[in-house]
């Protein structure tokens, strides 16, 4: 039986390449969107993966979805905590709203996909977790302290759920993409993304592809023995 995968924000950027990889890769997908309807029906509409509307940043929303998913396609064997926003802004102009928002969504809502999940993979003796970080949230950001703050701390769940899952077959790593070729980054003032792309070594920005492949392999039995680990696929922009 194919395994079951859940891909929060999976239906665009990075999410849309992760859910297509795994697709490729024979799981059974459910891809999660917050609020472009128009975006998640064209999505389906030409990759055939299911798509589901939730909050991450809610909780009881977050686990009715996570419980509809599980009737309709199956038990959760591959979770991707991928769902992200930016509010970015310089710390002396950074509303608390701006912080609340990046931290409800960025950092509770890896809780809030992760929680629900958690017991049946523990309980059926395999699972992976897979959390979508940022190179951020390795080296800080301009403009980006919430959004930093969120991505550092997604490092800090992985590694404590990794030692927590290993004995049941669970493993939980995550992936710091540096810049890659998304909506997200799109939206950066062009001048302010040039000058990024010239402190990237390799001279470009990333594929979604390139980050959906590592969440392939870190979903695959081959990887069974990396837990806790950190892959930072930047173009050598930064090294920890
Ligand atoms: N480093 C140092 N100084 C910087 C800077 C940087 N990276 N970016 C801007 N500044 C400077 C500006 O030049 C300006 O200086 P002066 O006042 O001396 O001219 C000052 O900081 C602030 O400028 P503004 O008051 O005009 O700032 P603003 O309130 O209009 O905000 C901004 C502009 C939000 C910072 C905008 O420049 C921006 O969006 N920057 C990009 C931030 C960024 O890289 N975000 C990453 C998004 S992609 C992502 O997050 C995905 C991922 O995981 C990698």
Request: glycine fraction near 12%.
């Amino acid at each position: 039986m194919a395994r079951v995968a859940l891909v929060t924000g999976g239906s665009r950027g990075i999410g849309a390449a992760i859910s297509k990889e795994l697709k490729s890769k024979g799981y059974d997908v459910a891809a999660t969107y917050a609020g472009n309807d128009e975006a998640a029906a064209a999505f389906t509409a030409e990759t055939g993966i299911k798509t589901y509307k939730w909050n991450v940043a809610d909780y009881d929303e977050s686990a009715a979805g996570i419980a509809k998913v599980e009737a309709e396609v199956g038990p959760i064997d591959v979770v991707v905590a991928n769902a992200g926003i930016t509010r970015d802004a310089p710390f002396h102009k950074m509303t608390p709203q701006q912080w609340k928002d990046v931290i409800d969504t960025n950092l509770t809502g890896v809780f809030n996909t992760v929680h629900p999940v958690w017991p049946g993979m523990r309980e059926r003796k395999f699972g992976r977790v897979i959390v979508i970080s940022s190179i951020n949230g390795q080296k800080g950001q301009f403009a980006q302290v919430n959004y930093a703050a969120t991505k550092a701390g997604d490092l800090g769940i992985v590694k404590s759920l990794a030692q927590e899952g290993a004995r049941a077959g669970i493993t939980a790593n995550a992936i710091c993409p540096g810049y890659i070729a998304t909506e997200m980054v799109m939206a950066v003032p062009e001048k302010v993304r040039e000058s990024i792309i010239g402190q990237i070594p390799a001279g470009r920005l990333g594929e979604p592809e390139e980050i959906a492949r590592c969440v392939g392999f870190l979903a695959s039995d081959d990887a069974g023995f990396i837990n806790g680990s950190t892959i930072s696929a930047n173009g050598a922009q930064f090294f920890v």
